[in-house]
């Protein structure tokens, strides 16, 4: 449908609002699920885009992804110990620079199957086991969540940005099914995770350290089920909104962003270092988008969201945990994505 110029200006409003209402105000960072799900309804509303079928979409769609949370965490919840006993004995049997390849690049591979949050959860709880100094346990997060991200995004239970994208991609020209986003970047995300377990195992063992014990903070109220399923059910409010926040903004997309070619969606994504990349896929994603399109789009929202401390579910996780400071984490990351992001663009451009 043709917007009015009134439904235009409304729909860009709400666009700037989405994105830098939460870098500007700590109590809708807070409440970020709440807010984006009135935002998602004042976009389909404005747009008059209201159905039962929209409806029974924004129903339907969180349910795998919350599902995965909720079985996920209780399952963490019971093993979680036995995944610390279980780094201490790789790091003695298998050495150190051997145990941090196989984290990045196990969490990576699997982040799409066990969920970025559950990956993320069992990073910070593994990566203070680990004989390192505070530079090293940084940059093994980092490295990680690079990780994550990309891998998580696969499918439609990892995080809500495959699952946003696929839900959208579900009808025609795509018909997007379960293996839709492996199997059109599956070798890139796979490079890619190769890659940043490639560095982390070339980060040094701090001698002074040799025998960590489980110095982790034992927040066990984090593993309770009562924060277990308040964790589900925020994902599964998150991605509901997101299903109107995308349905609402489509026709808006449809006549402006999606006929911005690949490489200028590419940069534009860098936003995705302080927002989070399935709010801008929400936005970006429309039926109609080609397949290089598409692929440019998500490598760019997949890297760029490693960057900084906003950009990601995992990062937030692991960040807030751990206790790294934003300085500490851009100062690993920020010149890291961007080296990748430019690789990405050379190697697709040459590809696509």
């Known amino acids: 449908m043709e917007l009015s110029a009134v439904q ?83 790091v003695k049997a298998l050495g150190l ?29 593994v990566a203070v086991m680990l004989p390192l100094e505070r530079k090293g346990r940084i940059k093994l997060v980092v490295f990680s969540c690079f990780s994550i991200g990309m891998g998580a995004v696969l499918t439609s ?86 299903v109107f926040l995308g349905d609402g903004l489509k026709p808006l997309a449809m006549q402006t962003i999606s006929h911005l070619s690949a490489g200028w969606l590419y940069w534009i994504n860098t936003l995705s270092a302080v927002l989070d990349n399935a709010t801008l896929a929400a936005i970006e994603v429309t039926p109609d988008i080609s397949t290089r399109t598409l692929t440019f789009l998500l490598m760019s929202l997949i890297v760029s969201g490693g960057m900084l401390i906003p950009g990601n579910i995992p990062n937030i996780i692991c960040a807030s945990k751990l206790g790294i400071k934003s300085k500490e984490w851009a100062k690993a990351a920020v010149g890291l994505g961007a080296a990748v992001m430019i690789a990405y663009f050379v190697i697709l451009s040459a590809v696509l």
């Open 8 to 90: 235009m200006t409304l729909l860009s409003v709400l666009i700037a609002v989405v994105l830098f209402l939460p870098l500007t105000v700590h109590k809708v960072e807070e409440n970020l699920e709440a807010f984006l799900f009135l935002c998602g309804a004042f976009a389909v509303t404005v747009s008059k885009a209201w159905s039962g079928h929209l409806v029974l979409t924004a129903l339907e769609d969180p349910i795998k992804i919350t599902a995965a949370v909720l079985v996920a965490g209780l399952l963490f919840r019971k093993f979680n110990k036995n995944i610390q006993r279980l780094t201490q004995k790789a």
């Open 157 to 242: 239970i990892g995080e809500p940005l495959g699952t946003v994208v696929l839900s959208k991609l579900s009808g025609a020209p795509h018909y997007a099914d379960f293996f839709f986003l492996i199997n059109h970047l599956g070798w890139y995300v796979l490079g890619g995770i190769v890659f940043m377990a490639g560095l982390a195992s070339a980060i040094r063992e701090n001698p002074i350290q040799k025998a960590p014990g489980p110095q982790a903070a034992d927040t066990q109220d984090e593993h309770s089920v009562k924060s277990i399923i308040i964790r589900a059910a925020k994902v599964y409010l998150f991605v509901m909104a997101l």
């Open 97 to 125: 620079r051997t145990t941090l390849f196989l984290i990045v690049f196990i969490l990576g591979v699997t982040s799409s199957l066990i969920t970025a949050i559950i990956a993320a959860l069992i990073l910070s709880e």
